[in-house]
């Protein structure tokens, strides 16, 4: 029943679900987590990316990739587009419902949460100040440092790494991006991250919710695209010399 689709549904599903998890600990009201901070919310999401990759290898994923960006800078570095299509598609559906599950999961707090900002930062991304250009930059900046730290951690000058130590690396990747440039944008640096969840929050009857800010979201889907295209390139063209 393995196969490279549900090893990414899967794998994005619980990173998600751990991912947004733990926004959702330390935001909601009479969560024992609240009000835990920045480090643990960073830690999560490194912790997130690391049993995502775990599970979705476990699962038929080799790549294991669990973010449309990835997929697309792998596929130019490589000229082969073919996993681009089912892997994005898994990915969303993936996020989309491990964010169902959070709903779910932390279900009697959202009536007692009043700020639709903090409900909605529980799903999707908002950058701390809006100013398109900046958090356009921070996005795609933060993406482009994603894939060169994900080819250096499994590049072949890296001798003897074994793929769980390989996880373990990327996953301290992402926490080392959100402690360091996750402060202006909320570092999406993954458009299913982004898009899945915020098309959860728009669908489902979450009390007090609010928007769902749809005019913002065009940047955490756009701007991780054309950060991973960027280093895609630069990877393939580092490849031909």
């Not at 935001?27 to 609240?34: D, F």
Request: charged share 10%; hydrophobic share 50%.
């Amino acid at each position: 029943m393995s196969s490279p689709f549900l090893g990414e549904f899967l794998g994005t599903f619980v990173l998600i679900l751990l991912g947004n998890g733990v926004v959702a600990g330390a935001l909601l009201e009479h969560s024992k987590a609240k009000d835990s901070g920045w480090i643990v919310i960073t830690a999560g999401w490194a912790f997130a990316v690391l049993i995502g990759i775990l599970t979705a290898n476990a699962f038929g994923s080799p790549d294991a990739h669990l973010n449309p960006a990835v997929t697309l800078a792998f596929s130019i570095q490589s000229g082969d587009f073919s996993k681009l299509a089912p892997y994005t598609t898994a990915q969303i559906l993936g996020a989309f419902l491990g964010s169902v599950f959070v709903t779910l999961h932390y279900l009697p707090h959202w009536k007692e949460t009043k700020d639709p900002l903090r409900i909605l930062a529980i799903f999707s991304t908002e950058p701390a100040i809006r100013h398109k250009f900046s958090n356009f930059f921070s996005e795609f900046l933060g993406t482009f440092v994603l894939i060169l730290g994900v080819y250096a951690i499994f590049s072949p000058q890296i001798k003897g790494l074994t793929s769980h130590l390989g996880a373990f690396l990327v996953g301290l990747l992402v926490w080392s991006i959100g402690l360091s440039m996750g402060g202006t944008t909320g570092y999406a640096i993954n458009p299913a991250r982004d898009f899945g969840p915020r098309l959860a929050h728009f669908l489902l009857p979450i009390p007090g919710k609010g928007s769902s800010r749809w005019e913002y979201a065009w940047i955490p889907i756009l701007a991780p695209f054309c950060g991973a295209a960027l280093a895609g390139i630069l990877l393939r063209t580092y490849a031909s010399q």
